[in-house]
């Protein structure tokens, strides 16, 4: 029988992530670059990944593995936040970085990666464990899960896991058949479906700020809060993600996942026990409580010359990844009505 230790802290920074391989699907493309490896390389900066760790880039883009290296060191020296460059541990970290041509939609690929990763378990140790990061248009998401399965990756020596970015689907039927399929290659307790805003310090101090603080939570109901405004301005425009804009939008890119998630740890209910699939209930009881909108209660705006005048950066018009003839919702706002007891009635009018 395995006894817990009561007296360990399953937080502390000591704790190490395990040997295994990280798969980045998508790795020329822009979140990689801003966010997956400026993150994995602090990770390594604090020394919480073991020495074995690895990561395999996979994009559509002719490219050995020595210069993804060198293009992930641009990257992690451009976008790095909170901890120094250090040569040294980049020398470290680089050697567990490789990278290999492929399409998601062409089978050979997946072979391909079958042996990458044999051959990358054996050298570094990894114990089969690996990590598949779905970081594609939303269309590939299928698609690649299906290939995963059809080559045999689902299953290895060790645990095997599927990460996918937001947005899940464009609707609830297409979220629930996305779902159908990728549970026909991984088990659900191996999916993990991501909203990368919730690792945000600042939005994870909301529930510090709300149930640890004896003057704001008494105060943080109907009674005597008028209206919540939740505004995500970027500083950035569409830049290199033309593509992935022309399917998602600015409604699906930002309101359906980070804004309504971030809305949900405003107005959610503590509860009982701070457990994943228990705060992940009381965000849902949350999120039910909202009233469906109507047609023509959105409000979306789209570059015009008015828009492109007033800003320093191009138009998405003339962008070199604009798919012809596409016109892109860049812009979008929406107002939430709950009926749950602690924020029925607001906003009042």
């Not at 295994?20 to 979140?31: E, K």
């Not at 979220?175 to 990728?182: D, G, K």
């Not at 998602?248 to 309504?260: F, K, P, S, T, V």
């Not at 979306?300 to 007033?310: L, V």
């Amino acid at each position: 029988m395995t006894v817990t230790n009561p007296f360990q802290d399953p937080l502390r920074f000591e704790r190490r992530v395990p040997e295994c391989t990280v798969v980045i699907f998508g790795a020329h493309g822009d979140l990689t670059k801003r966010k997956l490896l400026p993150a994995l390389y602090r990770l390594m900066y604090e020394r919480r990944l073991s020495p074995g760790f690895a990561v395999v880039g996979i994009s559509r883009t002719p490219m050995s593995d020595d210069q993804f290296r060198e293009k992930m060191r641009e990257s992690v020296q451009k976008y790095l936040e909170d901890s120094p460059f250090d040569n040294d541990v980049w020398a470290g970290f680089s050697q567990g970085l490789y990278y290999m041509a492929g399409d998601n939609n062409d089978p050979a690929a997946y072979a391909q990666l079958a042996t990458r990763l044999a051959g990358i378990e054996q050298a570094r140790r990894t114990g089969g464990n690996v990590l598949f990061y779905l970081s594609t248009q939303p269309s590939q998401y299928a698609a690649a899960a299906k290939g995963l399965g059809a080559a045999g990756l689902a299953h290895g020596n060790g645990w095997r896991r599927l990460v996918v970015e937001k947005p899940f689907g464009h609707d609830l039927d297409s979220a629930r058949a996305l779902s159908h399929e990728l549970q026909e290659v991984f088990p659900e307790s191996e999916v993990y479906r991501i909203d990368h805003y919730l690792g945000k310090e600042t939005v994870q101090n909301i529930l510090a700020f709300r149930w640890g603080n004896g003057i704001f939570e008494p105060l943080w109901n109907r009674r005597y809060v008028n209206h919540v405004q939740i505004t995500a301005a970027e500083s950035i425009g569409v830049e290199g993600r033309g593509a992935y804009y022309k399917e998602a939008g600015a409604l699906r890119d930002m309101i359906q996942n980070h804004l309504l998630q971030v809305m949900a740890t405003i107005a959610m209910e503590p509860s009982g026990v701070f457990e994943p699939t228990a705060v992940r209930d009381e965000r849902a009881k949350l999120l039910r409580s909202i009233r469906i909108l109507k047609p023509g209660e959105v409000a979306d705006s789209a570059w015009s010359a008015t828009a492109r005048r007033r800003a320093s950066r191009p138009s998405p018009s003339r962008r070199p990844t604009r798919p012809s003839g596409s016109r892109w919702t860049t812009g979008a706002g929406r107002a939430c009505r709950s009926t749950s007891a602690r924020a029925s009635g607001f906003p009042r009018e």
